[in-house]
């Protein structure tokens, strides 16, 4: 997907289930089966049904596919490999340009947070700046375990809704 494709509903809504998972598919990072299942749903009267539509089949998945979706979200901060829309991401944000120590604070609190949640930190960077993201993550890896799996989810949903309104074009 590119993402100077720029898309509408009656585009989207007149898509195979292939068409439409290749081009929707990567707004959930690693996880086309979101797309697969909003496509049984077609047709979307706007760009917030289909988010909507995408975040509801997500609530309904059940934890072992909620955990595999966090799961696929790369570590902020971090020089680990990840795909090409999260890179730019981070990059918006400065993420690519750490120093030696911010890179070391954001490995440490990143390896503390995932061995206290089993999933890495999220946080839709969107807006953000390297100083939020890491006091989101000073505070964040204090919480219980449910706060943090509903706090990620939402980011997750949060993360979609940009991806899907930098692809369409209404």
């Known amino acids: 997907m590119h993402l100077n494709e720029l898309i509408g509903c009656e585009e989207v809504n007149q898509m195979n289930k292939q068409e439409f998972v290749q081009k929707v598919g990567w707004v959930f990072e690693h996880s086309p089966w979101v797309a697969s299942v909003a496509w049984e749903n077609i047709p979307f009267e706007s ?25 696929a979200h790369p570590d902020l901060g971090t020089r680990l490999q990840m795909s090409e829309i999260s890179e730019k991401e981070q990059a ?20 503390m947070y995932v061995n206290k949640y089993k999933f890495p930190f999220i946080m839709a960077v969107k807006g953000q700046s390297k100083e939020s993201i890491l006091a ?35």
């Open 92 to 111: 918006g944000v400065g993420l690519d340009q750490l120093s030696k120590k911010e890179y070391e604070e954001f490995v440490s609190l990143n390896k």
């Open 136 to 170: 989101a993550m000073k505070q964040r890896v204090h919480n219980s375990f449910e706060e943090e799996y509903n706090i990620a989810l939402n980011e997750v949903y949060k993360i979609a809704g940009f991806r899907l309104n930098d692809i369409f074009r209404e």
């Open 47 to 71: 760009r917030e049904t289909l988010l909507q539509t995408m975040i509801d089949i997500v609530q309904n998945a059940g934890e072992s596919k909620q955990l595999r979706l966090l799961r």
